[in-house]
């Protein structure tokens, strides 16, 4: 996979993720102590390296393109797309999280703009989901905030790092919808100003 991609928009910065980020993501994580939260998985101190390793070994697989996430030079988190499945045209966003005083901002709403523009536009994707805990209502919030379908709820989809059983809510948005995906970001963005 392409470790080149470079997603540019007005305020935001969707940069190829690398080693070279990892105290830059340690800071940005610091800001609201991000990995102490139980309803995502952000990297901390003892796990930075490796959430840096899988990502970029997904991506040298082809099946992952993660970015930093920036405001001007500064690195304030991090998303990606998985699960990237050309054969059907579908992925998912997610491993996303923003430091905390970014958070309710502009640059979620941005930053998901120019990814979904590259999956629909780009990449030619028919299909882009969204997966998070059902306990994380900020995140649930945050993908109807864009748009997205409520699809359902996933049972025992994944283990936490605590241990805990999770239980999931699918979401996604497909290609017929992204034009009117598309303006109601723009509008939002626009209102942002």
């Known amino acids: 996979?392409?470790?080149?991609?470079?997603?540019?928009?007005?305020?935001?910065?969707?940069?190829?993720?690398?080693?070279?980020?990892r105290d830059a993501l340690l800071a940005?994580?610091?800001?609201?102590?991000?990995?102490?939260?139980?309803?995502?998985?952000?990297?901390?101190p003892a796990t930075?390296?490796?959430y840096i390793d899988t990502a970029?070994?997904?991506?040298?697989?082809?099946?992952v393109i993660p970015f930093v996430t920036m405001v001007g030079d500064?690195?304030?988190g991090s998303t990606r797309f998985w699960k990237l499945d050309r054969t059907h045209r579908q992925a998912e966003i997610g491993h996303t999280w923003i430091a905390a005083s970014w958070q309710?901002?502009?640059?979620?709403?941005?930053?998901?703009?120019?990814?979904?523009?590259?999956?629909?536009?780009?990449?030619?994707?028919?299909?882009?989901?969204?997966?998070?805990?059902?306990?994380?209502?900020?995140?649930?919030?945050?993908?109807?905030?864009?748009?997205?379908?409520?699809?359902g709820l996933i049972r025992n989809e994944r283990i936490m790092p605590d241990g805990r059983i999770r239980n999931s809510i699918r979401f996604s948005i497909i290609d017929s919808e992204w034009r009117g995906v598309k303006a109601g970001l723009e509008r939002r963005l626009a209102g942002e100003g």
Not at 28 to 37: I, K, N, R, Y
């Open 48 to 50: 930075v390296d490796a």
């Open 1 to 21: 996979m392409d470790g080149t991609i470079l997603l540019k928009g007005a305020r935001v910065t969707l940069a190829p993720l690398g080693r070279e980020h």
């Open 74 to 76: 500064r690195v304030i």
């Open 104 to 151: 309710r901002s502009f640059v979620n709403t941005e930053a998901k703009l120019l990814m979904l523009r590259h999956a629909f536009e780009e990449l030619g994707l028919i299909r882009v989901q969204f997966t998070t805990d059902e306990l994380n209502a900020k995140s649930r919030a945050a993908i109807l905030r864009l748009g997205a379908v409520e699809e």
């Open 56 to 63: 970029i070994r997904g991506r040298e697989e082809g099946s």
């Open 28 to 44: 940005a994580a610091a800001d609201g102590e991000l990995w102490t939260l139980r309803v995502t998985n952000v990297p901390g």
